[in-house]
């Protein structure tokens, strides 16, 4: 399902931040990116859905050749992708249902299914009462949430998650972790770079560690694996 | 119909920059307005002025009635004449004596003894055939010499020509000016932007999904922004028309009626503002959607 | 000093925004410029135009050389009177013939019996005293009538007088539409910020600290968008000033020198985009200061 | 040094994030501030630097009353706290190094104190070969270091950090933990709202937990005390 062969990646201002990634991950799995910080996890992850382009190397979603994908094409590869952002990247003048439902409006669904599908994913991140607030007006974690309820809203078959619980409280945190593994019992592949520990050794999973821009461990029920 | 209830969202969820934009739209509209209505009208000045532009036919002393008669008809025969009315050398007498103020009384006297001569007053349906014309005239026969302000008609068609293309050249660069002034700030408006553009973009909406509501908004910023200026127009121009126009009073000054012209002038308004709010809003658009 | 190098880096930081910006600043300049010069042109020839009135005092038939002497003596002692010039009744024949073209031929025989009469030509040191000095020459004995243009005068001078009035406007709200095109285009650069001068706050700024780059940046901002402006002006105004009046030759068209009227006009140009670009910077960033 | 009472906060929207918080920190003191997302302990952190303002109570730092702090004195006021945003803060047209000179930069230090204190610091959170990067070119957790750098730089009399390794791995957590200890063991005081039980159990410290805009527990040298 994806697929990558040797990709690298140098940014404009010349920073290498993967320097030949191979990996092969099949329909329905669920992995972990784990690394220090700075070691290329979210480049890593920005490379599939063509936030960033590779340097180098070839990468393929569902046969897809990515990186020469059409301009035009391009939002049709991001719909069948739900990402969790680092950043959470909300639209400030949207409030938290607006920008759940855009997820929706962009694939023309009809305003009763948004309605349901939003209303229903606010509730299971635990934000139902909070749907018409602005994300300024939302703590950290309540954001981390909505960008969560955001990825998933419309059943992509790929769930990307950069770091989704950095603002999240254990509790809360475990809870997003039930919800991921439900929606990979259905068949969505789960990609989750995090730094914690607890939780990749709670729920083991395929572990990818990348340190300066390589893999450089990749196994499957793996642990965090840094020493603590 | 999703794109046009987001397009009216937009203007309210930007707030101050709506106000900033929609103020940039209202002056700058207010501005060529005024010009154009300022433009408009000194042209038709001008070209009321080059319609008082007329030929004085002499007729030779030794023509009898019915040579004139026939000179009468040969001149409204000749290309661009649009009538050739008869005027006594008595009746140029008096009218010469009238244009003379108190100087003129003077010249009473010559009544009996008038030295002047039986007169066409030639008018072209164009002023600018003025000259051709009169040259025709003169070559025929019965007219002694013809006069129409030689020199000073070819000089004041000159100005008017002068005076036009700088007006032309005005309103051109002040329309230009608000085309740039108008999509630039919209431009600023939407760069602020740019990133929330990129996030749309992320989520997976195609450029189309993203223009459409920036095109409605535009619209709605242009048509809001016209509304002060139009308001303004119509009420300041009625104004004008009324009250302005009964104190000065001399031939030339004339201005345009309040209806249509007002009207009109409202429309070009309404269309510039839409026309660039929508523009200057894809444009800008367009540079932030290749993310 | 910090102050003064974040200013200058920030012209920098903001590319596009800056470019924005400065592109509003320059057309709204050049246009404030174009207007003023065409303003202060015509204000020029209107006043060229009030310039050439003058006062015939015709003298009566009966006066004698002494009389006459004494006359021209008393009219240049009236309050007002620049200088008066006498103009013999044969001089008058000649310009009133000189004046009438062809016409005038027929009236040359009149020239052993001329009806006319000796005249005083009078001119008042400001136009606008013509009428009162022209009564005033009227009462004295030996003066048979005054003759300026009654009535046309007076409608010139109003004439003029709307069209000051109305040029005034013009040049005012030109000015004013540029003073809030430009600090409107620089507040929504500022507003794009408003985050960022937030943060500064919150890392301990005073305002003092956040509001001077912004003092330097908004005088940049005025400084370069006048560059183009100016650069026009004097280039525009040179070539205007060499090659166009030399094709106009009318006697009232007179065309401001190039120098210095091109250089104050440049100074005022540059002195407006400063102004307004310090005004609308340290203006909008005022709002975003209470955080 | 930091005393509240009876402080309510209810934000514009009607939100009441605060509802009655008392306490007292001692000059020196460390100070973790728990509990789950939306309880209210960024806001609880805000009031200290006047970000927010309380509803109601009364909040003294060094006998300064903050609420009835002028607003010209509130930069003084902020200049003596060195703040660790949960979004970081971080101006984005500024390069790293310059960020962290602005907090010297606003209290007028000398330009070469200046070079060698943020040249310093960046060394301490590891990011001096970054120093001319802009934050958009870094990556989450080089961003969060740059905040934490820029909050100490100054050495100011009170840190105060929210979620300042919820973007870190377990290991330069540990580190920026370390720097915390050792400017805290030269008599700075800190609070530190966190989401990390790891942290919060291997570094015993004053634990304040908020509930629901309450404190629920107050205990020097406490444990994180969710259930895992
Ligand atoms: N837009 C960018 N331009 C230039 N360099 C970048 C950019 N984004 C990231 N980098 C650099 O690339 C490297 C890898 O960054 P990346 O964001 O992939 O790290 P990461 O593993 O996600 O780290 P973290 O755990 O801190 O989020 C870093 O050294 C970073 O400074
Ligand atoms: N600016 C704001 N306007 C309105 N409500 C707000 C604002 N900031 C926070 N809130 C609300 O106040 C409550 C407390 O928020 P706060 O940010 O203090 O939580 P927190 O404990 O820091 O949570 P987290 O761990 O998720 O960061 C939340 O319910 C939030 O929705
Ligand atoms: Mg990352
Ligand atoms: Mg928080």
């Known amino acids: 399902m994806i697929l990558m062969k040797d990709v690298h990646k140098t940014y404009a201002n010349g920073v290498v931040a993967l320097s030949g990634i191979n990996v092969d991950i099949k329909q329905g799995e669920f992995v972990y990116i784990v690394g220090p910080s700075g070691a290329g996890k979210s480049t890593f992850i920005r490379l599939m859905f063509r936030e960033v382009k590779p340097s180098n190397g070839t990468i393929r979603i569902n046969d897809i050749n990515v990186n020469d994908l059409k301009e035009r094409k391009v939002p049709y590869l991001r719909r069948n992708i739900g990402v969790v952002y680092q950043d959470f990247k909300l639209l400030p003048k949207l409030s938290v249902y607006e920008n759940v439902a855009f997820a929706l409006e962009v694939i023309e669904e009809s305003p009763a299914v948004i309605r349901k599908r939003v209303m229903e994913v606010l509730d299971l991140v635990g934000l139902k009462n909070k749907a018409r607030f602005l994300p300024d007006e939302l703590s950290g974690g309540e954001q981390q949430r909505v960008s969560i309820a955001r990825a998933i809203v419309n059943h992509p078959k790929i769930v990307i998650a950069d770091e989704p619980t950095g603002n999240l409280d254990p509790e809360t945190s475990r809870e997003i972790m039930k919800i991921f593994e439900e929606i990979n019992d259905r068949g969505t592949t789960i990609l989750m770079a995090t730094h914690s520990k607890e939780i990749v050794n709670t729920f083991r999973k395929r572990v990818i560690a990348i340190e300066d821009g390589l893999i450089v461990r990749d196994e499957h029920r793996g642990d965090y694996g840094y020493e603590s | ?286 540079k932030f959607l290749k993310v």
């Open chain 2, 1 to 286: 119909m999703r794109h046009i209830r987001e397009g009216f969202k937009n203007i309210g969820r930007n707030g101050w920059m709506t106000i900033a934009s929609v103020g940039a739209v209202t002056t700058t509209l207010i501005l060529v307005g005024a010009f154009l209505a300022l433009m408009l009208n000194l042209n038709e000045m001008a070209d009321n002025i080059e319609d008082d532009v007329q030929i004085d036919a002499m007729i030779e002393q030794t023509a009898d009635e019915e040579q004139i008669q026939n000179l009468g008809n040969e001149i409204e025969k000749i290309n661009g004449v649009q009538s050739a009315v008869f005027s006594s050398k008595d009746d140029q007498l008096n009218s010469l004596i009238d244009s003379m103020g108190e100087n003129g009384q003077a010249w009473q006297m010559f009544e009996q003894d008038n030295p002047l001569n039986h007169v066409f007053v030639v008018k072209t349906a164009d002023p600018q055939d003025t000259a051709p014309v009169a040259k025709q005239i003169n070559e025929l026969q019965g007219i002694q010499s013809v006069n129409y302000g030689q020199g000073v008609v070819e000089k004041l068609f000159e100005f008017n020509s002068y005076a036009r293309t700088i007006g032309l050249v005005l309103i051109l660069g002040l329309v230009f000016t608000a085309i740039f002034l108008i999509s630039n700030t919209i431009k600023i408006t939407i760069m602020a932007r740019s990133k929330e553009i990129g996030i749309m973009k992320l989520v997976g909406a195609t450029n189309g999904f993203i223009r459409w509501p920036f095109f409605i908004e535009g619209l709605l910023l242009g048509v809001l922004g016209s509304i002060i200026p139009v308001a303004i127009i119509l009420t300041g121009y009625y104004y004008l028309v009324n009250n302005i126009s009964q104190h000065i009073n001399y031939s030339f000054i004339e201005i345009l009626p309040f209806n249509p012209f007002a009207f009109q002038l409202a429309l070009i308004i309404v269309a510039i503002g839409a026309l660039i709010g929508v523009w200057g809003s894809v444009m800008s658009v367009r």
